[in-house]
């Protein structure tokens, strides 16, 4: 999933700096550009905290759709995982740094 999302993101990146500015939600700040973080959440939940959701034989929950194994990889950060999933800092820290810098 992370990797289609980051596919999709670089697709829905070609909107302009503007359609970005009008919706744009304060993540937390990294090695992964606030707009880049921006795309990725507004693909993967519309930029909302959304319940969870059957995804490849595990559910995905919140901003970022993180499924519990990514949360662990990430150290558990949030108190748990549900809660961390629904808070736009934690999610966005744990997307943008930890699990994403592995891949970047």
């Known amino acids: 999933m992370f990797l289609v999302t980051l596919t999709i993101a670089a697709i829905v990146a070609t909107a302009t700096a503007t359609d970005v500015e009008k919706r744009a939600h304060s993540f937390h700040t990294g090695i992964v550009p606030q ?15 959304i319940r969870c959701t059957s995804d490849v034989n595990s559910d995905s929950c919140g901003y970022f759709q993180i499924k519990e ?8 950060l949030g108190g748990d995982w549900h809660t961390c999933a629904n808070d736009l800092e934690c999610s966005s820290s744990r997307e943008g740094e930890s ?6």
């Not at 880049?36 to 905290?49: A, K, L, R």
């Not at 699990?99 to 970047?104: A, T, V």
Request: hydrophobic share 30%.
């Open 99 to 104: 699990y994403k810098s592995i891949f970047l």
């Open 35 to 49: 707009n880049c973080m921006e795309c990725i959440c507004q693909v993967d939940s519309g930029c909302q905290p």
């Open 69 to 76: 194994p990514y949360w662990i990889d990430c150290g558990r």
